[in-house]
């Protein structure tokens, strides 16, 4: 097990653990470890090559706030939490101005912004100021 996995498969089963194993399967052991392995392999294979600690607690967060219920969850429910993660949707969630402090506020305000405006005009950096706009929402 490589160290990506073992954080992932660390983070899963810590989260798993707050959740009930569904009715079906709560007396078979067996079939509970193939259901949680199968739930963990998607969120392996959806997992990016960096920033994976961080990446899945997003994802898991994202499927413990559209549960219905304290049971497992499913595998397209994993596997949807995970795909809304890819590098557009990923950018967008970090965007989202109210998760920053006063002074993170001020210097995308008053210096990120402003600075990648001045981008658009030189050639060489037009496209970094593109996206720093982009990813917070600007034009």
């Not at 399967?25 to 949680?36: G, N, R, S, T, V």
Request: with cysteine; hydrophobic share 35%.
């Amino acid at each position: 097990m490589n160290l990506r996995t073992a954080e992932i498969t660390q983070a899963f089963t810590r989260w798993l653990d707050r959740y009930s194993p569904p009715a079906s399967i709560k007396d078979k052991p067996q079939a509970m470890q193939d259901e949680a392995d199968t739930l963990l392999r998607v969120l392996i294979r959806s997992a990016p090559g960096t920033n994976v600690g961080q990446w899945t607690e997003r994802v898991l967060e994202r499927v413990s706030e559209r549960m219905k219920t304290r049971a497992w969850p499913t595998v397209f429910e994993i596997s949807d939490a995970a795909k809304s993660f890819n590098a557009n949707d990923g950018a967008r969630e970090d965007c989202d101005r109210s998760k920053l402090s006063r002074d993170q506020l001020f210097l995308l305000n008053d210096k990120i912004l402003p600075t990648a405006r001045k981008w658009l005009g030189i050639p060489g950096l037009k496209e970094h100021g593109e996206k720093t706009l982009a990813h917070w929402g600007e034009k």
